[in-house]
Nanobody, 115 residues
Framework: QVQVAEFGGGLVQPRGSLNLSCVAS????????MAWYRQTPGNGREMVAG???????KYTEVAEGRFTISKDIAKFTVFLQLTNLRPEDTAVYSC?????????WGQGTQVTVSS
């Protein structure tokens, strides 16, 4: 059974930083892509950043210049470094593992940016 869990969320002041991590276990197929998404109440899930197993990255407009995605494939772990956070970054951040055996999601971790 595949399990995905995110860590590192919390309350941070504007312009602060947080480091999120996401760990998967029980994956049997090959992981070829990992991504971070976020969702706010009343809004749909939006992609933040993605990374291939080869290290190629993609950032959406909300992340460009402020967030950094990285990975440790051997440990089935993907990271998201959040810097210069703004109140509008408040959301539940969740990760996705895309594998040859299917796509798997975590439950998410809450990030709240407030003074």
């Amino acid at each position: 059974q595949v399990q995905v869990a995110e860590f590192g969320g919390g309350l941070v002041q504007p312009r602060g930083s947080l480091n999120l991590s996401c760990v998967a276990s029980g994956i049997e197929g090959e992981v070829y892509y990992m991504a971070w998404y976020r969702q706010t109440p009343g809004n749909g899930r939006e992609m933040v950043a993605g990374i291939t197993n080869g290290g190629g990255t993609k950032y959406t407009e909300v992340a460009e210049g402020r967030f950094t995605i990285s990975k440790d494939i051997a440990k089935f772990t993907v990271f998201l470094q959040l810097t210069n956070l703004r109140p509008e970054d408040t959301a539940v951040y969740s990760c996705q593992f895309k594998t040859t055996r299917g796509n798997f999601w975590g439950q998410g971790t809450q990030v709240t940016v407030s003074s």
